[in-house]
């Protein structure tokens, strides 16, 4: 009933073009916060005007024609059917118009490809169906996820605001510094796309891209991946918070500091129940998408977990599926990708949810001892 | 000139006549059986497509999932996508050339008929199999009609296979007709016929022929090679084994793109056809339209890339397909000012045929200034993969190839049927699909700018207002073609006798023989002054 008010509501709103909490008829791209994308915008006008007023003068003739010309009103037809001037005048001025829109065209395009003497280098990998951030001359990195809840997508739940683009780690960046991104992929294409700094770019497995951003005004920046890359296409979003130089470099003590801490986790000793309520966090961060929360999967592409031999017998084979993946499936190496703590807890985890009830527990050292002895 | 067309049974009566039944449409070599059943069967996967993209529209209505699940929905968008480019618009245009062009070059039928034949016959095969993918476990394709590498290798569904296979039918299907079709233009033109006397359709056709065998070898080829790297271990587009993910695109786009002309060029023939005979006057410029889509053509080879602006190409090569692109505006330029001057100071008159090919030239121009937006690289790293672009191809595609062959049925109905359709209903049909077409594909030309990603099952709540009146229009649009349908079959039970030459400012030679054809026409060839 409440879909059924809700779609009422939306369209009544749609036909009387009224504002309401969720109307918003823009209709033309941002300028944005960079001057890449602000000359990108100029280039984008001025080509749009120069195509309406084209079409003011050939549409105006035409309606002129369509208007007086007309059998109905007594017209008779003329019997002209070539005119060498004319048609060369109309071939030239065209012409014209196109090198004069290729010289700006031109500037902005070699601007966009001078990636030189960046001050930070962040090097982006698209996932199935996440983005990773490594800063490589800090030496951290962390995965960004879409944070929507599932009950907001399948309508159990009002949406916010910025439903389906808004992540649990954005991507933080100063402002006024030239930062240069590295783009790949772990699996499939991906397409890093953020409109108001005028950057997409395509994540291709084995190469490794190149373009830039020196963003102007502090604020969160939201866009989403542009290539078809897979069920979760839609669902993964790029979120980039632009912050002050002090904010910055705080925020990166931070994160180092965060990583350090996490790497003496590994050698923690760990309870069963620890690692169980990990497990249910990263299990439904990193697996869920695929093998759903209740571990029945979608067979026969992603297959289910729950009562599966490789997570109710042998160790050994389930550290090897989960660590370096299936090659020539969907099945992710996730021994790059998650920390050893992450993986001992996702491990334990789906040994012991949905029955499985196995009792087994992977620690972290065991992991790190399965990878080392790789 | 025997026996007509005609299913009544008493009408065979002469020693050529079509054979009765099931049999007469399985073993037929006649080039007008085939046309129809080209025409039949196109119209069949338009409304199978058009099913599809009302699924796509219903799940788009509104934010959220409510209808179907995201791996569904790219089946569907990848389906619609094959349906509509493979089945609907170019079957429909090797129907249009089976029925037309040896009417209007004076031909008994197509060179090779028995060829005819079986380039018909394979097309059901072909897309029986590639429906049946639906049914299968794992799903059907859910890649994009555009399969790129390696989500459609590594990470493709099992049914994958039956997709390549599929392909290399339908391929093998089309360059038999094109070898038709050139076969017939050079060898059967009725004397005095010469090159530049051909009717513009004949001519579009025959330019279009050559591209289809040109680049459907290297759809076949690249279809292959993903078979190769899914059965038999090797790595073209896989990076893991040294192959290149952006090789796919390359090879893919070096077919897709003159691909996007075979499916405009045949429409662009028909209403240099029909704009002339409603306005009463000669065609304007009729050579510079010969060698404007002839330029067209040739372009079309050397600017596949701009499909790829944001691949990470070198900043040349980015600038060469940036140029090759822009100057292709200038020979489709020149086409539309000669439509336009065709129009001016005629006597026109607006029956259905005229209406949807006014619409064409129209709404093609406006795909057109979006396609040289597009062009602009730097600007098309904003519209890149968003709503923008599938506005575009939807307006060059949609009131262009489509309404174009609208505008061809409406056209050459009374020549197939003996019969006039409803004038009032054809009417009615075009302003239908001419409002709710716009309804549905302008929008998103707002919603690409406002920054939405294409081929997502869900969105964010800033779309979902353009979205609700795109999927209005959609439904529309949808619907309208229902009376499509009734208003053929109306038409070839009955209605007002149509003469020889319905329409007063026609020309060529189709409309001096008797309507409906004749079964065989043109057995003694005619002479063209």
Known sequence: ?374 | MSAVIDTHDHEHDHHHGPAKGFSRWLFTTNHKDIGTMYLIFSFTMFLLGGAMAMVIRSELFQPGLQIVEPEFFNQMTTMHGLIMVFGAVMPAFVGLANWMIPLMIGAPDMALPRMNNWSFWILPAAFAMLVSTLFMSGGAPNFGWTFYAPLSTTYGPPSTTFFIFAVHMMGISSIMGAINVIATILNLRAPGMTFMKMPLFVWTWLITAFLLIAVMPVLAGVVTMMLMDIHFGTSFFNAGGGGDPVLFQHVFWFFGHPEVYIMILPAFGAVSEIIPAFSRKRLFGYASMVYAVGAIALLSFVVWAHHMFTVGMPVAGQLFFMYCTMLIAVPTGVKVFNWVATMFRGALSFEAPMLFAVAFVILFTIGGFSGLMLAIAPADFQYHDTYFVVAHFHYVLVPGAIFGIFASAYYWLPKWTGHMYDETLGKTHFWMSFIGMNLAFFPMHFLGLAGMPRRIPDYALQFADFNMISSIGAFMFGATQLLFVYIVIKCVRGGEKAAAKPWDGAEGLEWTIPSPAPYHTFATPPEVK
């Open chain 1, 1 to 374: 009933m409440r879909t059924k008010a809700m779609r009422v509501g939306l369209f009544t709103a749609a036909l009387s073009l009224s504002q309401s909490a969720l109307a918003d008829w823009t209709v033309n791209m941002a300028p944005g916060v960079t001057n890449v994308s602000r000359d990108i915008y100029g280039l984008h006008m001025t080509i749009l005007w120069i195509c309406v007023a084209i079409g003011v003068v050939v549409f105006g003739v035409m309606f002129w024609s369509i208007l007086a010309h007309r059998k109905s009103k007594g017209y008779k037809p003329a019997n002209f059917h070539e005119h060498t001037w004319v048609e060369i005048t109309w071939t030239i001025i065209p012409f014209a118009i196109l090198v004069a829109m290729a010289i700006p065209a031109t500037a902005t395009l070699l601007d966009m490809y001078d990636t030189g003497e960046a001050e930070i280098d962040v090097k982006v990998t698209g996932y199935q169906w996440k983005w990773k951030y490594d800063y490589i001359n800090e030496e951290f990195g962390y995965f960004s996820n879409l944070s929507t809840p599932k009950d907001e997508i399948y309508n159990r739940l009002e949406k916010n605001e910025n439903y389906l683009l808004e992540v649990d780690n954005p991507l933080v960046l100063p402002v006024g510094k030239k930062v240069r991104f590295l783009m790949t992929a772990n699996d499939v294409i991906h397409s890093w796309w953020v409109p108001a700094l005028g950057v997409k770019k395509d994540a291709i497995p084995g190469f490794i891209n190149e373009t830039w951003a020196k963003i102007e005004e502090p604020g969160i920046y939201r866009g989403q991946c542009t290539e078809l890359c897979g069920k979760d296409h839609g669902f993964m979003p790029v979120v980039v918070k632009a912050v002050p130089q002090e904010e910055y470099d705080a925020w990166v003590q931070e994160q180092i500091a965060m990583a350090e801490k996490e790497r003496e986790l590994a050698s923690k000793d760990w309870s069963l129940d620890e690692l169980m309520e990990r497990g249910e966090q990263v299990y439904n961060t990193a697996c869920a998408a695929c093998h759903q929360a209740d571990g029945s999967g979608t067979p026969p592409a992603f297959p289910a977990l729950a009562g599966s031999p490789i997570v109710t017998e042998e160790i050994n084979a389930h550290l090897d599926v989960v660590v370096n993946g299936v090659s020539g499936t969907a099945m992710q190496a996730f021994g790059q990708q998650l920390s050893e703590v992450d993986l001992a807890a996702v491990i334990t985890y789906e040994r012991n949810a949905w029955g499985n009830d196995t009792g087994d527990m992977v620690t972290p050292k065991e992991v790190l001892d399965y990878k080392n002895a790789q």
